[in-house]
């Protein structure tokens, strides 16, 4: 079955960290690009960040470049997202995507 869940959203503070995960089930990670997306109240939905199925090279964004990182273990087929510097407009729901498949999900929230 191939599924796609993502974890570790939460309320946090400006300046403060988090990391993402996104467990991927029925996927082989080193045979696809998994993406990073995320969707603000009111806005469109916008890609925060890739990493290359090949070689793993990554990708940000101009909005999150220098402070979040994308990284993958194939072992454990999951894919993080870790993010420092948060700032206020990085609230949004923040999803995996593989090709066409999406996970349901995490909130992340950063007020003070």
């Known amino acids: 079955q191939v599924q796609l869940v993502e974890s570790g959203g939460g309320l946090v503070q400006p300046g403060e960290s988090l990391r993402l995960s996104c467990a991927a089930s029925g996927f082989i990670l080193d045979a696809y690009a998994v993406a990073w997306f995320r969707q603000a109240p009111g806005k469109e939905r916008e890609a925060v960040s890739c990493i290359s199925q090949i070689d793993s090279t990554p990708a940000y964004s101009d909005s999150v470049k220098g402070r979040f990182t994308i990284s993958k273990d194939n072992t454990k087929n999951v894919v993080y997202l870790e993010m420092n510097s948060l700032k206020p407009e990085d609230t949004a729901v923040y999803y995996c995507?593989?090709?066409?498949?999406w996970g349901q999900g995490t909130q992340v929230t950063v007020s003070s």
């Open positions: 995507n593989i090709g066409t498949y």
